[in-house]
Structure formats: structure tokens, C-alpha cells
């Protein structure tokens, strides 16, 4: 809900009219009588006041805060193993908004529309067939289907994911998929394995 903003002249009637009648209060609609001008000084604050509301309601939003980062990022447990708390405003918004995006994960299509948020198109599947060599032999990684059905396989498009050599543990290069890549492995459920590949 918009915040109504009043000039000071309509917060200095808004005052004048609360008041009651009669002789004590007749100067009040006077406009160069004492208690008018008094009035006056006092709308100055409600003038004050509403700006700074309207400042709040604008800077409340994750998107755009600037004098809340350090409450949104509070709230939401950052700096983590995920996220440092560091960073320019803007690297700070964007985790921010990526940990309330995690929030309620449990389908396949939650994980894609969280990667989305990273910017990053992936395929999430599960993990019977994981691999395929140049001439295209489907590897089987996994002791048992039981093993299969409990590993979730991300996929990365070739552009999202960083070039060779990649280092151990194998995350793929750069900030924002590592980030997607430990917020993945914190949101999947316990009794199951994720791998990355990039494809």
C-alpha cells in the first residue's frame, strides 16, 4: 500500500480540523494567528515523517535496499558457507534475493527456476545415465538403481560453466555458479547425492 504524501499546508488543515470548536480554538483557521503559524510548525514534522516513510517503503524491498542490507542478510543467515556478506551493494542484493528465492524448494522445476535467478540455465535430472563419451556410450555410474534413483545430476549449459582445467573439488570456476553449486548441495534432500557436469 502507497503512502499518502500530504504538502505541509494540507498536514497544517489536517491539524486545524482535528481540533475542536468554540472561542479557545477559533484562531486556528486565521492565517496569521499564533496558533495557525503553531500548527504550521508542527506539520513540518509530519511533512518529515512522511518522507520518511516513503523512504522505507521504498528501501524495505531486497531488490533495491540500501539501508537494509545488513537486516535482510541478518535474517537470512548471510555470511554463510554460501555467501560471504561481502561484496558491492549489488552482489550483496543479488544474494540476498537468491537465498529468499531458495526458500521452499522441492521440486525439480524449484531448482531450475533458482538457477534462473543466478542467471544460469541448467538441466536437473536424475542419475542412472550421467555420462556419454564421444561416441556416445551411455555410463552407467552407479552400483545399483537404488544408488541412481537417490543422485540428482545438474547439468550447466557450456557457456554458464568455466573453462578447463577446473580444479579439485570440481566446481565450475566462477562466483556465481560455486555459489549455485553450495546453495544446491544445502538444499537437496539428505539422503541424496548431486553431481555437476557441464554439457
Not at 70 to 79: H, K, R, S, T
Not at 181 to 190: G, T
Amino acid at each position: 500500500m502507497a503512502i499518502t504524501s500530504l504538502s505541509r499546508d494540507q498536514h497544517t488543515q489536517r491539524l486545524a480540523d482535528y481540533m475542536p470548536g468554540g472561542r479557545l480554538f477559533r484562531s486556528k483557521n486565521i492565517a496569521d494567528s499564533n496558533f495557525r503559524k503553531l500548527l504550521r510548525g508542527l506539520s513540518h514534522e509530519l511533512f518529515t515523517a512522511d518522507g520518511l516513510l516513503r523512504d522505507f517503503q521504498q528501501d524495505i524491498n531486497p531488490s533495491v535496499t540500501t539501508y537494509f542490507l545488513n537486516e535482510w542478510e541478518q535474517a537470512l543467515g548471510i555470511p554463510d558457507d554460501c555467501f560471504p556478506g561481502s561484496g558491492t551493494e549489488d552482489e550483496r542484493r543479488r544474494d540476498i534475493l537468491i537465498k529468499l528465492s531458495a526458500l521452499g524448494i522441492q521440486t525439480v522445476d524449484d531448482f531450475v527456476e533458482l538457477a534462473a535467478v543466478f542467471g544460469i540455465t541448467v538441466d536437473v535430472h536424475g542419475g542412472r545415465y550421467f555420462s556419454k563419451f564421444p561416441l556416445e556410450f551411455p555410463i552407467l555410474l552407479f552400483d545399483s538403481e537404488k544408488a541412481s534413483r537417490f543422485t540428482i545430476v545438474v547439468d550447466f549449459t557450456v557457456d554458464a560453466a568455466s573453462k578447463l582445467p577446473l580444479t579439485f573439488p570440481f566446481t565450475f570456476g566462477d562466483e556465481i555458479i560455486g555459489g549455485l553449486e553450495c546453495l544446491f548441495r544445502r538444499l537437496k534432500p539428505a539422503n541424496c547425492d548431486i553431481l555437476f557436469r557441464q554439457v
